[in-house]
T-cell receptor, first 113, second 110 residues
Framework: DAGVIQSPRHEVTEMGQEVTLRCKPI?????LFWYRQTMMRGLELLIY????????DSGMPEDRFSAKMPNASFSTLKIQPSEPRDSAVYFC???????????FGDGTRLSIL | GNSVTQMEGPVTLSEEAFLTINCTYT??????LFWYVQYPGEGLQLLLK?????DKGSNKGFEATYRKETTSFHLEKGSVQVSDSAVYFC?????????FGTGTRLQVFP
């Protein structure tokens, strides 16, 4: 079975550029989560979707961050404009029900120069 | 509010040593508890879970028991291997997602 698929695995770009991270959840999973992992703050939940609808984006750090889920098999997290402090590993996770274990992708390591 | 506290790392052990990684939690209600493992360059993988008090989760030689009286979910393994070197995260369910501890790095040397 294919797991959660994220792309790209690594992204290096200059500050001010737009960054788009992509995620394909496991088929049949109704919940999709975006997390950010840094040494200082650990794992933080940014936003989650249920049946493609954003439910809670209170973890999104600033208006520069936005996320969409146009269909059940695809989600994007966009940062525009990017800043060096956005450098982190961004994980996407999915689950078939909110209280069930989440399945994580391998993450996107983002470096903003 | 709900939170998870893990022991500081790194934990450094020799192969075949006994492992304990402490995890305590604060929660309202009766959350499910999880241990996730993260190998270098990879995402988090579910290692084991327990959904109610006194449940024991186990997988790949790892065990953890949901202790409501001590609000703990300590991870144990009787004999670690070099391949167990990774970061381990304790987590609790908090609708709709998970609250993670800060992670504990385990380093096992031959």
């Amino acid at each position: 079975d294919a797991g959660v698929i994220q792309s790209p695995r690594h992204e290096v770009t200059e500050m001010g550029q737009e960054v788009t991270l992509r995620c394909k959840p496991i088929s049949g999973h109704d919940y999709l989560f975006w997390y950010r992992q840094t040494m200082m703050r650990g794992l933080e939940l940014l936003i989650y979707f249920n049946n493609n609808v954003p439910i809670d984006d209170s973890g999104m750090p600033e208006d520069r961050f936005s996320a969409k889920m146009p269909n059940a098999s695809f989600s994007t997290l966009k940062i525009q404009p990017s800043e060096p402090r956005d450098s982190a590993v961004y994980f996407c996770a999915s689950s078939w029900e909110g209280t069930q274990p989440q399945h994580f992708g391998d993450g996107t390591r983002l470096s903003i120069l | 509010g709900n939170s998870v506290t893990q022991m500081e790392g790194p934990v450094t052990l020799s192969e075949e040593a006994f492992l304990t990684i402490n995890c305590t939690y604060t929660a309202t209600g009766y959350p499910s508890l999880f241990w996730y493992v993260q190998y270098p360059g990879e995402g988090l993988q579910l290692l084991l879970k327990a959904t109610k008090a006194d449940d024991k989760g186990s997988n790949k030689g790892f065990e953890a028991t949901y202790r409501k009286e001590t609000t703990s979910f300590h991870l144990e393994k009787g004999s670690v291997q070099v391949s167990d070197s990774a970061v381990y995260f304790c987590a609790l369910s908090h609708w709709p997602g998970l609250i993670f501890g800060t992670g504990t790095r385990l380093q096992v040397f031959p």
